[in-house]
């Protein structure tokens, strides 16, 4: 993604991401790229697909004790993933294959998350019309006395990170 910074071009590429989180951003093992079949965890302590990141830390809080820790572990990295790097809409469905891929934390751990993370980063910033959406959505909240936000989901701190980098260089 290339921008204009003061006059001076500037690009947020997938190797900007890279150095910046230090994440993985080879392409997609063959063998993890359709969904898994089974899903332990899901079956075990949520017994439904429509999980969402409240739910997941609602379970992390009451596990202080009583649970095995390896699944605890699992749990809270699902949890990180998609509330911090993937930072999805807290409402949405957390991704079956995240959870049934955390199972293997042998696998989970080498998967190259990058490649999942900067698209969906990519695709938040370059959403067209972004300041005219959020003026009609400030403009709308105002009227009913609300204080209007937006949230880039995705994981925009690598490019703000990418950004301060530029400026300083």
């Not at 949405?92 to 891929?101: C, I, N």
């Not at 003026?135 to 703000?160: D, I, V």
Request: charged share 25%; hydrophobic share 40%.
């Amino acid at each position: 993604m290339w921008f204009n910074f003061d006059g001076k071009p500037a690009r947020f590429s997938v190797y900007e991401f890279a150095v910046v989180m230090g994440l993985c951003c080879s392409e997609l093992p063959m063998e993890v790229r359709s969904e898994a079949c089974q899903n332990r965890l899901r079956d075990t302590y949520f017994k439904t697909n429509a999980i969402n990141t409240s739910d997941l830390l609602n379970k992390i809080k009451k596990w202080l004790r009583g649970k095995p820790q390896e699944d605890r572990l699992k749990i809270a990295l699902v949890y990180f993933l998609e509330s911090t790097l993937l930072s999805s809409d807290p409402k949405k469905s957390v991704s079956q294959f995240h959870l049934s891929m955390v199972d293997n934390l042998k696998t989970f751990n080498r998967f190259p998350w990058g490649s999942v993370v900067y698209p969906a980063t990519l695709k938040q910033l370059q959403t067209r019309d972004l300041r005219a959406k959020y003026a009609n959505y400030k403009e709308q909240l105002e009227a009913k006395g609300k204080k209007a936000t937006y949230t880039l989901y995705g994981f925009p701190f690598a490019f703000m990170v990418s950004i301060l980098f530029f400026v300083l260089s």
